[in-house]
């Protein structure tokens, strides 16, 4: 099966936008581990080998959520500046057909697909990493809803009920 050109143009600017999402989240990381140790240096007195480890710590936190920051802000520059995409929004504002798979839905918009569904962009994360049958759709009134299919019965119970 081959993809054509749009397509792989589509899929590549949806792997760029989960890729900046995914560094928004290890900076997000990094920031919570930042305060950690700076909550711990406070205690930690002014000469001492554990305040100097943690000063340590502290600034290899600051250097690599600034690689972080400006990896992601190259590669939305690098994305902004390549080949026309289709917007977006046409994936949002038009009434969806019955439903979406979640992995569509969330396609190079992690977080702004959660913030719609109402959960984590950890969420979304893994329940596409691990391939769990999601499907959205868009309510009346604007919302999004998501239902998860599943086997019945349960391959796990043998088929007891």
Do not use: W
Request: hydrophobic share 40%.
């Amino acid at each position: 099966m081959s993809i054509g050109i749009a397509d792989s143009r589509d899929l590549a600017a949806a792997v760029a936008h989960d890729a900046i999402d995914q560094l928004a989240a290890a900076v997000d990381t990094i920031n919570q581990l930042e305060a950690l140790l700076k909550a711990a240096r406070v205690g930690a007195g002014r000469d001492t080998e554990t305040a100097r480890l943690l000063d340590l710590g502290i600034y290899a936190i600051s250097v690599q959520t600034n690689d972080f920051d400006y990896a992601r802000e190259m590669l939305r520059g690098r994305l902004d500046s390549s080949a026309p995409q289709k917007p977006s929004a046409s994936k949002r504002g038009a009434p969806c057909p019955d439903r979406l798979p979640l992995k569509v839905f969330a396609a190079g918009r992690q977080h702004e697909a959660a913030r719609d569904l109402g959960v984590q962009q950890a969420a979304i994360s893994k329940a596409i990493r691990v391939g769990r049958a999601v499907f959205v759709t868009r309510q009346a009134d604007g919302s999004y809803s998501a239902t998860e299919e599943k086997p019945f019965p349960s391959p796990r119970s043998g088929g007891a009920v």
